[in-house]
């Protein structure tokens, strides 16, 4: 397959995925783009409230807090 051929199919996919997203009712979508991952591999994750999905606050494991005695 020729690079030009690869890339339209990359927006196509890009595109169909957007697409898709849009007929659900989640309000966010979070796209990494990563050569280390499986082709057109999909993870969905969910969490309560707004911050970042993975991140420390997200996780529980807020690194800025004062220590407890």
Same mark, same amino acid.
């Not at 595109?15 to 990494?32: A, C, D, G, V």
């Not at 990563?34 to 591999?41: A, F, G, L, R």
């Given at each position: 397959?020729?690079?030009?051929?690869?890339?339209?199919?990359? @927006?196509?996919?890009?595109?169909? @995925?957007?697409?898709?997203?849009?007929?659900?009712?989640?309000?966010?979508?979070? @796209?990494?783009?990563?050569?280390?991952?499986?082709?057109?591999?999909?993870?969905?994750?969910?969490?309560?409230?707004?911050?970042?999905?993975?991140?420390?606050?997200?996780?529980?494991?807020?690194?800025?807090?004062?220590?407890?005695?």
């Amino acid at each position: 397959m020729e690079k030009k051929e690869m890339e339209e199919k990359d @927006i196509e996919n890009v595109l169909k @995925i957007l697409e898709n997203f849009s007929e659900t009712e989640t309000s966010r979508l979070k @796209i990494q783009v990563s050569k280390e991952e499986e082709p057109e591999k999909v993870k969905k994750a969910y969490h309560y409230g707004r911050c970042d999905v993975g991140s420390p606050w997200a996780r529980g494991e807020c690194y800025d807090l004062p220590e407890e005695d």
